[in-house]
């Protein structure tokens, strides 16, 4: 594990990026990490997004897979991919600052 | 205690092992035990890969549900309604109403074809197939007889699926029959998953990813399958990208059966029940439990991994009678063959926590691990008979248990960044 710089606290990341601790998390820092994996902007869609990942991962202690997410936050799959081209589970958590979603097996 | 009604729900390899297990722990007066399905037809899924090749027939695979059930245990074909889990009743779409005392679910998974777009419109069992049904084995076997070279491809089109190796089996054993009949230098062979790699535990990925090399076989990672043209054969991907194909082999997007999702509050968004990794009780209500397939555990959808599911189940519906306090006997741990053509299989064996490593199972005499050998072969082979005959019936299989060997294995060391995890 590593510190580094994404807005101005110092949080603690992964070797992908990823948050280790969701609590040194705002919204400053979502929005560079967004901007640093090719989301220039974050819109309403992508914050309902990341709030949904956030949110289920901190009350379930999982973040869902991008079929689930699909189903559950009510947003299509083809717009999932559209809002956080490539992978939108993957990189919703990144921005949310959660871990990355355990792949299933 | 007063006679117990047991009631569970499919009749395949959990729910077989379970109602036979069950039937021999618990007198007669003590319990009675029910297993309902829709259909009586058991189907030995490891065989449907082979199918397509000619080298299994779906007469040899598919035998009656009850015959495989113990004597004392009352088999009810019908189709599950739903459950009324406030009033402990199943209810049938015929009306039949059945009271129990402890449910287990073990209704394993539904293919879900239609919910890929375009993948049942035209060109669905002509050029796109799936071997993950009889039908679709036996289409599949028809219509390889007929190719004659071009692009195959083989894909799955999100985790979770049955048996994780199966498609990759697939492309092996497509990669030997081409082969074998001489077109292989004219088929361009392709396989496309989602993850990042071509399994999802990373030593073995490195394994299987080599073999995929050698074997001349195009590996596209990361492919999440949006939509399918089966007239014009093409597979697009969610980001853009199209996979042409000849011939599609497809792995379809499983959910839990109907019943579990009409049942308000057993399942997740996918369809699988809630159950806890480690006692399989459901998390929903003390007196269901789950096993196999149908759970949303997070270990392989596999038939071992039912195996050893249903020994931890059948000591905890026990312990449940008896207000004892259940035992957290499941590790996650699975046990499969890998088929990779020429008589040749490789053996992977792991759990919740340890993946898939090089080694001897289960001792350091055994079967080779994460190694290509035709004793692994013979394995997969025997397995057949040991399933009807003793893994259904519910007898011990001498050294193989639960809880998973660590004796014949080695650790090595493994850099993440290759890691398969989405």
Not at chain 2, 3 to 32: H, P, S
Not at chain 2, 244 to 265: K, N, Q
Not at chain 2, 393 to 402: A, K, L, M, S, T
């Amino acid at each position: 594990m590593t510190t580094t710089l994404i807005a101005d606290p110092l949080v603690d990341v992964d070797a992908e990026g990823f948050l280790t601790n969701p609590e040194q998390w705002n919204e400053q820092i979502a929005e560079a990490i967004a901007a640093d994996n090719g989301v220039a902007e974050l819109t309403d869609r992508h914050w309902l997004v990341v709030r949904f990942m956030r949110d289920r991962y901190l009350r379930t202690g999982n973040a869902p897979s991008i079929r689930a997410l699909g189903k559950e936050s009510g947003v299509p799959v083809k717009e999932l991919y559209e809002l956080f081209p490539k992978g939108p589970a993957k990189l919703a958590a990144k921005i949310g600052g959660i871990p990355k979603p355990k792949g299933c097996i | 205690m007063s006679k117990k009604q047991i009631v569970i729900l499919g009749g395949g390899t959990g729910g077989t092992m379970t109602a036979n297990r069950l039937r021999r722990r618990f007198d007669a007066d003590d319990a009675d035990v029910h297993v309902v399905d829709r259909d009586d037809r058991h189907v030995y899924q490891p065989g449907l890969l082979f199918v397509p090749f000619g080298l299994a027939a779906l007469d040899d695979i598919v035998r009656p549900r009850q015959r495989q059930l113990r004597n004392g245990v009352t088999f009810h074909q019908g189709e599950v309604a739903w459950v009324e889990l406030e009033r402990n009743e199943v209810v049938l779409l015929d009306g039949t109403v059945l009271p129990y005392d402890v449910l287990v679910v073990a209704s394993g998974v539904r293919l879900q074809p239609d919910e890929t777009e375009g993948l049942t419109e035209p060109g669905w069992n002509e050029r796109v197939f799936t071997f993950y049904d009889p039908a679709g084995a036996e289409g599949l076997r028809l219509a390889l007889e007929h190719f004659d070279g071009g692009r195959l491809v083989v894909n799955l089109v999100d985790m979770p699926i049955k048996c994780p190796v199966a498609p990759l089996e697939f492309a092996f054993l497509a990669d030997w029959h081409l082969r074998e009949r001489g077109i292989r230098a004219r088929t361009e062979l392709v396989y496309a998953t989602p993850l990042d790699a071509a399994f999802t535990k990373p030593i073995a990925s490195q394994h299987l990813g080599s073999l995929l090399g050698e074997k001349e076989i195009e590996l596209v990672t990361e492919f999440n399958t949006g939509e399918v043209d089966g007239i014009g054969g093409a597979l697009t991907s969610y980001d853009g990208r199209v996979l042409d194909f000849d011939l599609l082999v497809t792995v379809p997007l499983h959910g839990g059966a109907a019943f579990v999702e009409r049942t308000l509050g057993l399942a997740d968004a996918l369809g699988f029940v809630s159950t806890d990794k480690s006692t399989l009780q459901s998390t929903v209500k003390p007196n269901v439990f789950a096993l196999g397939d149908a759970t949303d555990l997070p270990t392989s959808k596999a038939g071992s991994v039912t195996h050893f599911e249903a020994e931890v189940l059948t000591e905890n519906v026990a312990r449940y009678f008896v207000d004892a306090e259940l035992e957290c006997g499941f590790d996650g741990h699975a046990n499969c063959f890998i088929e990779t053509g020429f008589h040749k299989a490789l053996l992977i064996d792991f759990n919740y926590e340890t993946e898939p490593l090089p080694g001897h199972f289960p001792t350091a005499f055994g079967l080779p691990l994460l190694r290509e050998s035709r004793l692994n072969h013979l394995g997969k082979l025997a397995f057949q008979w040991v399933y009807w005959h003793a893994l259904l019936p519910g007898r011990e299989i001498p050294g193989i248990g639960p809880a998973m060997p660590t004796a014949g294995k080695r650790q090595t060391s493994f850099t993440p960044e290759e890691g398969a995890v989405r």
